[in-house]
């Protein structure tokens, strides 16, 4: 039942048409009114009521839409609308039962509450009278400054060097002051581990990523790279006219919290990314990749405060889903995977492609004088800290104190911005924009302030309520807000063209020559620090780093006779099976642009490998979208986890018809304490692999991002996540006509594997259900995997590849299977066929093992010849043929049958697991 | 002969206005992308064109149920412009969430005809938004303006509330055009094939006049053969399914 409470003074005429032409549907609901309701949580023989409503302060959009529904009906007297949602349960249950049930099931306390009937329901917002707020660092004993360091994140470097300035300055700092810098030097913000001094072994790393990823891409010095490493998003030429840009963004913390909110505010914060990259991004495609511990983990093994896995992935999948449909961008590409170190810190990446035109693709800059606009939604308490949040760990106390860090999103707020926006971009309405993300107006407004100066008069600021003191007006992360830079000549109709689409825009201050940061509230100066200071004061962080491979212990079980039992469980484990259920409820559809969806073959149900999409409808030129990510390898050896993972994503380009030419890649790197040495040594390798494969593949890192400090610590333990590389590639397809999918297409044609099989199965999916983790990780030759992949795409260029799918998890096993179940076709190979790297006497080993640089290609018999010339020089075998039975058949070394399986029961075992 | 003008109809929320505008530009229509509040402050009129779209969306975010917000501000703001559109001949389009709107505005069935709306689009009885391909089986007698010569499409549908719910009585008065069917043609087949538990299959349906339509798939998604979901196994035919419907309105509001 959903309740709608209004603080109104209505005539019963009013009430009615309130509540039978808007609130109620004539057709299938019913409604009543109440005076005074009667909504305790209550025991009754019959059944029990349980209400539940939004905390204090956490925004419901609905409440706003039903304002303005009420007077386009003509009554006036609302002065305030409450949601909440009424739960009706059958069933005799005690008060703790009911407790459970409510707590597990119907809320989440960080947001919700169960409605008393004493609580306050529509409660005043507490008013603010402005004081100013000093923090005497200057005359702080050891134990005040620790606890200053504690309260805004510093470390003992930092607080130093901060107390040393303001020494210097005769003075101690507002809050506001020590805000903005907490906010501006948290890891979130300037990734003080990357770009720190790194010790490992004999040689001092100065500024990891610049020795890494980004000399990478300065070495390749492609000219189609447009803006790399220095907007919100890595910038690509496109058709020449039109330039794509990319980002992937982490919000793995809110998400532990509160899953739906986390993940929604996750999606919403990269789309304003896009639109704050160059002069704005018009957002095309959403990729999201998600890891989670396994949805059976045992309740009794939850540690305290931590929500159940499979509540977390319901709850992120919703908030990502209903957000990304809402402001109508296709979710196209991602990627599920599961861990049971990712029980207290999952993992949600959030990614987003956008379009712009090419010489709007770089940074604007403006000039001193000109106006900062604040753009969008009003601004509350939501989010605030959630940047040094974000930084930290979690603990079993992080629930109930990290609520004002949690935000909830309006996503019809960031549509008719994104509208709004594009409008004012064309019509060259201002100089500058950037999104306001983690860190709030402080991050947006310091950042693009750096080399100019800023004046902001904080109570300018549209507020949600009030009761906002200055700092949290300067720090909140109240979404769907941007900031643009705009000359005053054109500021008129700027606020024209957003009242026009009932958009708030809000001129705050101005930009200014002096090089400061100065914020003003009801006139008075609240913070005044120099960008120098700021920007540049930060004492640069010097960290150790080791690495040393852990040996685990080598699988000694014996080969099983019959395969296809291994096979069917491999299809239903939890990182291999259907993600169907999620991907449907994804519009993958919306804008009118996929040419290869997330779900192919003959009933839509296979697994497709990269996304395709035509941005622009009436031109034949494509864009292709990929992942790589497989964080069990980095339990061996981070280094060929990176090396792998870039593989990976590379392939799925190659395998639905892309190529090498145009494709640019992404890093998100989520690790663990990098104060460990040890966990900064895995980091070390698998930014190194960045490089080593990144020159050879030819593909530039454009952008990037980490999330460090995932771990989590109860009763004295802690859980670090497995250190976790995700790598999102992006390619420029000529001819979407090009597009091949990964279901098979036709009887009697040929099956090839291309490229080689190792014994590499350490980390892979089979040993991992016979409860091992091995040590021989596969590795990558990126020399013959480019030169593998030039001649691969080539010959699918050419027409002479029907279906083409790339070996990932579970190996050829997996492969095969999913290319028949998918098209209906059986299939029937021999694994004696196979070219090995190094001999290999066990079929289980060759059928699951999980070499990189590997793909399973069909070829019609009459194109053999041609094929075969095209990919000449490569390692390649015809294994086998595509068959109308109705049978997948595997024969092993020296002939024997291994594998014999109906595909109905392939395809069962494949979708039965997440069929929710 | 002068160009038909579209008005695709924008509001908070609407998200499938351009590819809408893409599939009658194909057909040879101009379109404008017009914000309901610049009809409602008068700086459009809706008498300058011949076919008005509602598009698919989220408008005001479906809060309260879908469609609910915009329909009231059609009824109620704009209700006398509408009308006075579709007595002069004007097609009127719906889709997804134009549907759901213009069933909550009371335009369909039967415009403006009662003040109880006849029937609802509710909750799928999955429980779930989906996006999935449907067969749509098209009803040879309706007298719809916009499928005509159309035997049957396949169209993707992609909505959490399309269920068409109506009363007895008013069932077997409804226009229906299009009903979900399987690949044979059948509407015996159930979920997924109907994909949200609609009443006697019902995916479309028009007014009286078949001028008014209004359904919850997306002919705008199937304008292309490479948008095809089976493309890739079948080849590439040069017109998506959906195409024919806009040819149509086009060429019937070229005669207006």
């Known amino acids: 039942m959903d309740i709608y409470r209004l603080d109104a003074d209505l005539k019963p005429g009013k009430l009615a048409l309130v509540c039978g032409s808007l609130l109620a549907d004539p057709v299938t609901q019913e409604y009543r009114c109440e005076l005074t309701p009667q909504s305790e949580s209550r025991v009754s023989t019959d059944y029990h009521i349980v209400e539940v409503a939004y905390n204090a302060g956490v925004t419901d959009p609905v409440e706003e839409t039903v304002m303005k529904a009420v007077l386009d009906l003509s009554v006036r007297g609302v002065k305030a609308v409450k949601t909440a949602r009424r739960y009706l349960i059958e069933g005799q249950l005690d008060e703790h039962q009911l407790e459970t049930v409510s707590s597990r099931l119907l809320l989440n306390p960080i947001i919700q509450h169960v409605v008393r009937a004493k609580a306050v329901r529509l409660p005043q917002n507490p008013q603010y009278g402005f004081r100013l707020k000093q923090i005497d660092i200057l005359g702080a004993g050891e134990v005040e400054l620790a606890g200053i360091s504690r309260q805004f994140w510093f470390t003992d470097d930092e607080l130093q060097t901060i107390t040393a300035h303001f020494r210097k300055q005769g003075r101690n700092p507002t809050d506001a002051e020590l805000e903005t810098l907490a906010q501006t030097w948290s890891e979130h913000c300037v990734h003080k581990t990357f770009k720190g001094r790194i010790k490992f072994a004999d040689i001092t790393i100065d500024n990891l990523l610049k020795n890494t990823i980004m000399k990478a891409t300065e070495e390749l010095n492609k000219p189609w790279c447009l803006s790399v490493f220095e907007d919100n998003a890595g910038v690509i030429d496109f058709d020449g006219r039109w330039a794509l840009c990319f980002k992937v963004e982490t919000h793995n913390h809110p998400s532990a919290v509160e899953p739906y909110g986390g993940a929604?505010?996750?999606?919403?914060?990269?789309?304003?990314?896009?639109?704050?990259?160059?002069?704005?991004?018009?957002?095309?495609?959403?990729?999201?990749?998600?890891?989670?511990?396994?949805?059976?983990?045992?309740?009794?093994?939850?540690?305290?405060?931590?929500?159940?896995?499979?509540?977390?992935?319901?709850?992120?999948?919703?908030?990502?889903?209903?957000?990304?449909?809402?402001?109508?961008?296709?979710?196209?590409?991602?990627?599920?995977?599961?861990?049971?170190?990712?029980?207290?810190?999952?993992?949600?990446?959030?990614?987003?492609?956008?379009?712009?035109?090419?010489?709007?693709?770089?940074?604007?800059?403006?000039?001193?004088?000109?106006?900062?606009?604040?753009?969008?939604?009003?601004?509350?308490?939501?989010?605030?800290?959630?940047?040094?949040?974000?930084?930290?760990?979690?603990?079993?106390?992080?629930?109930?104190?990290?609520?004002?860090?949690?935000?909830?999103?309006?996503?019809?707020?960031?549509?008719?911005?994104?509208?709004?926006?594009?409008?004012?971009?064309?019509?060259?309405?201002?100089?500058?924009?950037?999104?306001?993300?983690?860190?709030?107006?402080?991050?947006?407004?310091?950042?693009?302030?750096?080399?100019?100066?800023?004046?902001?008069?904080?109570?300018?600021?549209?507020?949600?309520?009030?009761?906002?003191?200055?700092?949290?007006?300067?720090?909140?992360?109240?979404?769907?807000?941007?900031?643009?830079?705009?000359?005053?000549?054109?500021?008129?109709?700027?606020?024209?063209?957003?009242?026009?689409?009932?958009?708030?825009?809000?001129?705050?201050?101005?930009?200014?020559?002096?090089?400061?940061?100065?914020?003003?509230?009801?006139?008075?100066?609240?913070?005044?620090?120099?960008?120098?200071?700021?920007?540049?004061?930060?004492?640069?962080?010097?960290?150790?780093?080791?690495?040393?491979?852990?040996?685990?212990?080598?699988?000694?079980?014996?080969?099983?006779?019959?395969?296809?039992?291994?096979?069917?469980?491999?299809?239903?484990?939890?990182?291999?099976?259907?993600?169907?259920?999620?991907?449907?409820?994804?519009?993958?559809?919306?804008?009118?642009?996929?040419?290869?969806?997330?779900?192919?073959?003959?009933?839509?149900?296979?697994?497709?490998?990269?996304?395709?999409?035509?941005?622009?409808?009436?031109?034949?030129?494509?864009?292709?979208?990929?992942?790589?990510?497989?964080?069990?390898?980095?339990?061996?050896?981070?280094?060929?986890?990176?090396?792998?993972?870039?593989?990976?994503?590379?392939?799925?380009?190659?395998?639905?018809?892309?190529?090498?030419?145009?494709?640019?890649?992404?890093?998100?790197?989520?690790?663990?304490?990098?104060?460990?040495?040890?966990?900064?040594?895995?980091?070390?390798?698998?930014?190194?692999?960045?490089?080593?494969?990144?020159?050879?593949?030819?593909?530039?890192?454009?952008?990037?991002?980490?999330?460090?400090?995932?771990?989590?610590?109860?009763?004295?333990?802690?859980?670090?996540?497995?250190?976790?590389?995700?790598?999102?590639?992006?390619?420029?397809?000529?001819?979407?006509?090009?597009?091949?999918?990964?279901?098979?297409?036709?009887?009697?044609?040929?099956?090839?594997?291309?490229?080689?099989?190792?014994?590499?199965?350490?980390?892979?999916?089979?040993?991992?259900?016979?409860?091992?983790?091995?040590?021989?990780?596969?590795?990558?030759?990126?020399?013959?995997?480019?030169?593998?992949?030039?001649?691969?795409?080539?010959?699918?260029?050419?027409?002479?590849?029907?279906?083409?799918?790339?070996?990932?998890?579970?190996?050829?096993?997996?492969?095969?299977?999913?290319?028949?179940?998918?098209?209906?076709?059986?299939?029937?190979?021999?694994?004696?066929?196979?070219?090995?790297?190094?001999?290999?006497?066990?079929?289980?080993?060759?059928?699951?093992?999980?070499?990189?640089?590997?793909?399973?290609?069909?070829?019609?018999?009459?194109?053999?010849?041609?094929?075969?010339?095209?990919?000449?020089?490569?390692?390649?075998?015809?294994?086998?043929?595509?068959?109308?039975?109705?049978?997948?058949?595997?024969?092993?070394?020296?002939?024997?049958?291994?594998?014999?399986?109906?595909?109905?029961?392939?395809?069962?075992?494949?979708?039965?697991?997440?069929?929710? | 002969m002068s160009k038909v003008r579209t008005l695709i109809l924008r509001a908070p929320g609407t998200n499938c206005d351009v590819e809408t505008a893409f599939a009658f530009q194909q057909a040879g229509a101009i379109t404008s992308l017009v914000h309901i509040n610049e009809l409602i402050r008068r700086e459009q009129r809706l008498s300058d064109y011949q076919i008005m779209v509602v598009p698919g969306g989220f408008t005001y975010g479906d809060d309260i149920s879908a469609g609910k917000v915009l329909a009231n501000e059609l009824r109620l703001k704009l209700g006398e412009d509408v009308e006075r559109f579709i007595d002069k001949g004007g097609l009127v389009l719906g889709i997804c969430n134009g549907f759901q709107v213009l069933v909550k505005a009371g335009i369909l069935p039967d415009p403006w005809r009662t003040n109880q709306p006849l029937l609802t689009l509710a909750a799928n009885d999955s429980g779930k938004f989906e996006c999935r391909w449907v067969h749509l089986k098209v009803n040879k007698e309706s007298p719809c303006v916009f499928t005509k010569g159309i035997e049957h499409m396949y169209l993707p549908v992609a909505h959490a509330e399309g269920k068409v719910v109506a009363s007895p009585e008013v069932l077997p008065k409804l226009n229906v055009v299009l009903y979900y069917a399987d690949e044979n043609g059948s509407s015996e087949a159930g979920y997924p094939h109907n994909p949200n538990g609609s009443i006697a299959n019902i995916a479309g349906i028009c007014d009286a006049s078949g001028r008014i339509f209004a359904l919850m798939p997306h002919p705008e998604r199937c304008i292309r053969g490479t948008q095809h979901p089976q493309w890739t196994r079948q080849g590439v035919k040069e017109y998506g399914d959906g195409f024919q419907i806009f040819l149509n309105a086009v060429k019937w509001a070229q005669s207006l």
């Open chain 1, 264 to 916: 929604s505010t996750g999606l919403g914060g990269v789309v304003r990314d896009i639109l704050g990259t160059g002069l704005s991004a018009k957002p095309i495609l959403n990729t999201d990749v998600f890891c989670f511990a396994p949805p059976d983990f045992p309740y009794d093994k939850l540690p305290p405060g931590v929500l159940h896995p499979r509540r977390i992935f319901k709850g992120v999948r919703a908030g990502v889903a209903d957000y990304a449909n809402r402001i109508g961008i296709p979710t196209l590409n991602g990627a599920i995977l599961f861990d049971e170190r990712y029980v207290a810190n999952p993992l949600v990446f959030c990614g987003t492609v956008g379009l712009l035109p090419k010489q709007l693709s770089r940074r604007g800059q403006q000039k001193p004088g000109e106006l900062v606009v604040l753009v969008g939604g009003k601004t509350g308490r939501d989010g605030i800290h959630g940047v040094t949040f974000a930084s930290g760990a979690l603990t079993e106390e992080s629930t109930t104190i990290s609520y004002s860090s949690v935000q909830i999103g309006n996503p019809i707020m960031e549509k008719r911005l994104i509208d709004t926006l594009l409008q004012a971009r064309d019509r060259g309405l201002y100089s500058r924009i950037t999104d306001c993300g983690g860190g709030g107006l402080s991050s947006a407004v310091g950042e693009m302030a750096a080399e100019t100066g800023v004046r902001v008069h904080l109570d300018k600021v549209p507020l949600k309520y009030s009761g906002l003191s200055y700092t949290e007006i300067w720090v909140s992360e109240s979404q769907e807000r941007m900031v643009v830079a705009a000359p005053p000549d054109n500021i008129e109709e700027l606020l024209t063209l957003f009242a026009a689409e009932g958009v708030e825009a809000t001129v705050i201050g101005e930009f200014t020559n002096d090089r400061r940061l100065q914020l003003f509230y009801q006139g008075n100066l609240v913070c005044d620090l120099s960008m120098e200071f700021l920007h540049k004061g930060r004492p640069q962080m010097e960290r150790e780093a080791i690495w040393k491979q852990p040996q685990y212990t080598e699988p000694d079980f014996a080969q099983p006779q019959d395969l296809g039992k291994d096979l069917l469980q491999i299809l239903a484990s939890w990182n291999v099976c259907s993600k169907e259920w999620v991907i449907r409820q994804y519009d993958h559809e919306v804008q009118g642009t996929s040419i290869l969806k997330p779900l192919v073959g003959k009933d839509s149900d296979g697994p497709g490998d990269a996304a395709v999409i035509r941005p622009i409808l009436d031109s034949e030129m494509g864009v292709i979208v990929s992942n790589g990510i497989n964080p069990q390898y980095g339990k061996i050896a981070p280094y060929w986890m990176a090396a792998s993972a870039i593989d990976e994503a590379l392939r799925q380009i190659i395998a639905v018809g892309g190529n090498l030419k145009r494709v640019a890649l992404l890093d998100n790197f989520s690790w663990g304490d990098t104060n460990q040495p040890d966990i900064l040594g895995a980091l070390v390798q698998a930014a190194q692999a960045c490089y080593d494969m990144a020159t050879i593949y030819g593909t530039p890192f454009i952008s990037g991002k980490d999330s460090l400090n995932n771990e989590f610590e109860f009763e004295g333990k802690i859980i670090s996540i497995p250190h976790t590389l995700l790598i999102s590639a992006i390619g420029v397809m000529e001819d979407v006509n090009r597009v091949i999918s990964m279901d098979f297409k036709r009887a009697c044609d040929l099956i090839y594997i291309v490229g080689t099989t190792w014994n590499e199965l350490g980390g892979s999916e089979y040993f991992r259900t016979h409860g091992f983790i091995g040590n021989r990780v596969p590795k990558v030759n990126p020399q013959l995997a480019k030169e593998l992949m030039d001649r691969l795409s080539l010959a699918i260029e050419k027409g002479l590849v029907r279906a083409c799918h790339d070996l990932s998890e579970g190996g050829l096993g997996v492969a095969i299977a999913e290319m028949a179940f998918a098209a209906g076709l059986g299939a029937i190979i021999y694994l004696e066929l196979i070219p090995l790297g190094e001999p290999i006497d066990r079929n289980d080993f060759i059928l699951f093992s999980e070499s990189n640089s590997r793909f399973l290609v069909e070829v019609a018999p009459e194109c053999r010849a041609e094929f075969e010339k095209v990919v000449k020089g490569i390692n390649l075998a015809t294994i086998g043929r595509v068959t109308d039975a109705d049978v997948l058949e595997i024969y092993g070394l020296n002939n024997r049958r291994i594998v014999a399986m109906p595909l109905h029961e392939l395809k069962e075992a494949w979708q039965r697991p997440i069929r929710w």
